[in-house]
């Protein structure tokens, strides 16, 4: 490229060049995680939804590459950036004009396989029910503790970043990136008097879970296995940590108003 910048590409980044014949020879194929690790990456660069961050996620692990996404969908939390200023992002990053932020994980234990060597999730962890208009009992402990048996369509375990994905919209709060939390959130419970807890992350969350159905849906972020009655989950801090790239005129507070609306009222807007 004209700014000196090297490129790698992932399988459907790589595969949409070479549909639409725009393969520069200089880009290297990209496989999976253990492929990246053989090429010295300095910043991973996402183009899409916060779907697409997630994604990257399973290649960069715990190599400490930040990654950067720049947005082509409607919403994008994650995706921050602006498409439309390509150049522009690069020259602020060859300028070191960013800042990076540590985003925890959380890491899902079994006692049956699941997710084989994925079992981590930069935004959440649900189990839901499936196949079924039932709703399910997932039995609940905190560090070995009876929390509760929520009777409702599901659960989710959100890391702070999660906090203003599937679990805002289930009702749950929002949490600061940097806290050191997990955010505990029912769906749809049958229960009134059971709202959305903030566990500390040191925590370890575990469930059972049980309702008419054989089968139950376990998600991590966008990847998802079926499961049944067998099976005893537990959620955990992962040891590893994934870095974002913030742009120098990004923040939290600004992408909570820009992008949520926080706050939007005429009263705070000044006379014209």
């Known amino acids: 490229m004209e700014e000196g910048v090297s490129l790698l590409a992932s399988p459907v980044v790589y595969e949409f060049l070479i549909a639409n014949k725009l393969l520069d020879p200089e880009i290297v194929y990209v496989e999976d995680y253990e492929d990246f690790k053989q090429h010295k990456v300095d910043i991973v660069m996402t183009l899409g939804g916060d779907g697409t961050v997630l994604n990257a996620v399973t290649f960069v692990r715990d190599s400490n590459v930040p990654i950067l996404g720049v947005n082509l969908g ?4 994650l995706t921050t950036t602006n498409s ?9 990053l060859d300028r070191k004009m960013y800042h990076v932020e540590e985003r925890s ?6 006692n049956l396989p699941i997710f084989g060597d994925m079992r981590f999730a930069l935004n959440d962890f649900t189990i839901l029910k499936r196949d079924t208009s039932s709703m399910i009992v997932l039995h609940t402990y905190v560090n070995g503790e009876f929390l509760n048996s929520y009777w409702a369509d ?5 890391t702070p970043t999660g906090s203003t994905g599937y679990n805002l919209s289930c009702g749950g709060p929002i949490v600061f990136p940097t806290s050191k939390s997990f955010v505990l959130t029912p769906v749809a419970p049958h229960n009134l ?7 500390s992350d040191d925590a370890v969350i575990s469930f059972e879970v049980e309702g008419r159905s054989e089968n139950f849906l376990c998600t991590l972020d966008s990847r998802y296995e079926s499961i049944h009655a067998g099976y005893q989950l537990a959620i955990r801090k992962c040891d590893f940590s994934i870095r974002l790239i913030q742009l120098s005129d990004r923040s939290f ?8 609306k926080w706050g939007d009222d005429s009263r705070n807007k000044p006379n014209v």
């Open 74 to 77: 409607r919403l994008g939390f």
């Open 84 to 92: 439309g200023k390509i150049k522009s992002i690069i020259k602020q």
């Open 105 to 110: 994980l959380l890491y899902l234990e079994s």
């Open 154 to 158: 599901g659960v989710i375990v959100s």
């Open 193 to 199: 008097n059971v709202r959305p807890l903030v566990i």
């Open 253 to 260: 507070l600004h992408n909570m108003r820009e992008k949520l």
